[in-house]
């Protein structure tokens, strides 16, 4: 059976409509190339590890002027901030590990 013979409904549409961000950020996943703050908030938890994402979550992401992130991270309860002031060196590690370069300039923790 050749691709000719197939019937294609255009008419149908199999999922909803995606920005291009979202489109081309799967593209470039495919091909391993990691470069939006969306990807980071997305992917927190497979980035930084279970037991940071549990206790933590992305609240701001601004690239500063030499083109780093300022990431600012919110703990789920007042508590884990000390604790997460702790792992502040290991988030940067984990994060620039993921993007392949230095790409935290700093850390944020906000209660």
Same mark, same amino acid.
């Given at each position: 059976?050749?691709?000719?013979? +197939?019937?294609? =409904?255009?008419?149908?549409? +199999?999922?909803?409509?995606?920005?291009?961000?979202?489109?081309?950020?799967?593209?470039?996943?495919?091909?391993?190339?990691?470069?939006?703050?969306?990807?980071?908030? =997305? =992917?927190?938890?497979?980035?930084?590890?279970?037991?940071?994402?549990?206790?933590?979550?992305?609240?701001?992401?601004?690239?500063?002027?030499? +083109?780093?992130?300022?990431?600012?991270?919110?703990?789920?309860?007042?508590?884990?901030?000390?604790?997460?002031?702790?792992?502040?060196?290991?988030?940067?590690?984990?994060?620039?590990?993921?993007?392949?370069?230095?790409?935290?300039?700093?850390?944020?923790?906000? +209660?």
């Amino acid at each position: 059976m050749s691709n000719q013979d +197939k019937k294609v =409904n255009l008419d149908l549409r +199999k999922s909803r409509p995606q920005t291009l961000a979202s489109a081309f950020g799967g593209l470039m996943e495919m091909f391993g190339v990691r470069t939006s703050d969306a990807d980071l908030v =997305n =992917n927190w938890s497979k980035i930084v590890g279970d037991d940071i994402s549990k206790i933590s979550t992305v609240v701001a992401i601004k690239l500063s002027r030499d +083109k780093k992130f300022n990431i600012v991270i919110r703990p789920i309860s007042p508590a884990f901030a000390l604790e997460l002031s702790y792992k502040v060196e290991e988030i940067k590690t984990k994060v620039n590990k993921y993007y392949g370069r230095e790409s935290v300039s700093k850390i944020t923790i906000r +209660k």
